[in-house]
């Protein structure tokens, strides 16, 4: 396990619900995070993909330390970050940064791109080189990209894909292991999106990073994820590598996501899967008993609601799978 650096073991994460004015009375509590346990190995990018609200965000956030969790390890290194304080903590959080989902939002508009990208510096002046903070900055824009000579120019300046690489240079500055890319390209044309991609992947070859990459486009993740783990209403219910998640899904939840993908290939858009969900996602405050997906599922039977299904390998699954269930299911190839 020693080329493990980034672990979960239980991780949650419940926001609470409370009425009354005056006093707050808790009344329950919004299950964003509810026991996500996943590993992250030296050198591989790690997929997380899932509908809106199923808690890839959040636990994005609780990974880079912008969400305290209500309980569970993160472990960079081995080092559990929920009980760590002081200089300890400031210590390991510099082996984990995060690159945000909008690069329009992200960087602050009265700072130059030179103070964005050496904030970390002035916040870890030890980490700062011994040729200086200013040659730094400006072999990380070089590194990205970006010309080093733009270094005073302020973010207006500078187009959505120019933004985003802003923002991988700041990831970059503490010289992390582990970088938490929460939608990096969502916000960005389709073309530029194939720019920070490889952007991305030359990063990881040359500086040997390790990725958790969270996004909706099922086809980003696929071409750039040694493995994927799938989130259903804050929990992880299919965990593999890609071929085995994109080629053989067997959880029904897994392989709705890939039928609802649009087929390119008008020869064989007569042959996709028909798989209709019944019914809404159902709120993270008030899951299902079971099963958490047994509310939409076609392969639903009275045990789903008894017994929550674990996270395992079973009989009919090459890979672990969270259904009681499991069974690959032949897909409509559309990558």
């Not at 903070?133 to 590194?143: F, N, P, Q, S, W």
């Not at 389709?190 to 909706?216: D, K, T």
């Amino acid at each position: 396990m020693s080329d493990v650096v980034l672990e979960t073991r239980d991780l949650v994460k419940h926001y609470p619900i409370s009425k009354g004015v005056v006093l707050r009375t808790k009344v329950g509590a919004v299950r964003a995070v509810d026991g996500v346990d996943l590993q992250l190995r030296r050198g591989e990018t790690l997929g997380i993909v899932g509908e809106s609200g199923c808690g890839k965000s959040t636990l994005a956030k609780l990974l880079v330390g912008l969400e305290k969790p209500t309980r569970g390890e993160i472990r960079v290194r081995g080092d559990d970050l929920t009980r760590l304080t002081g200089p300890a903590l400031r210590r390991a959080r510099r082996n984990i940064q995060m690159v945000m989902q909008d690069p329009y939002t992200s960087l602050n508009p009265r700072m130059t791109v030179g103070d964005i990208v050496g904030e970390p510096f002035d916040i870890h002046p030890d980490a700062v080189p011994h040729h200086g903070k200013d040659r730094a900055v400006r072999e990380l824009l070089d590194i990205v990209g970006l010309n080093p000579d733009h270094i005073n120019r302020y973010p207006h300046q500078f187009s959505g894909g120019q933004r985003q690489r802003i923002g991988i240079a700041r990831a970059l500055a503490l010289r992390p292991e582990i970088i938490v890319c929460d939608e990096p390209v969502s916000a960005l044309d389709v073309s530029i999106q194939a720019q920070v991609i490889n952007l991305l992947e030359g990063l990881q070859r040359e500086l040997g990073l390790s990725y958790v990459f969270i996004a909706h486009d099922l086809s980003v993740v696929r071409h750039i994820s040694d493995r994927v783990a799938v989130m259903y209403l804050g929990k992880v219910v299919e965990t593999g590598n890609h071929v085995a998640i994109y080629d053989q899904p067997t959880h029904p939840y897994t392989q709705a996501l890939l039928a609802a993908v649009p087929v390119p290939d008008p020869r064989l858009r007569g042959r996709r899967d028909q798989l209709m969900l019944d019914g809404d996602v159902p709120s993270p405050a008030d899951p299902p008993s079971g099963c958490r997906f047994r509310t939409r599922c076609w392969k639903a039977q009275a045990s789903c609601a008894d017994h929550e299904p674990l996270l395992e390998i079973r009989q009919r699954s090459a890979h672990p799978s969270a259904c009681h269930y499991a069974e690959y299911r032949d897909v409509v190839r559309r990558f």
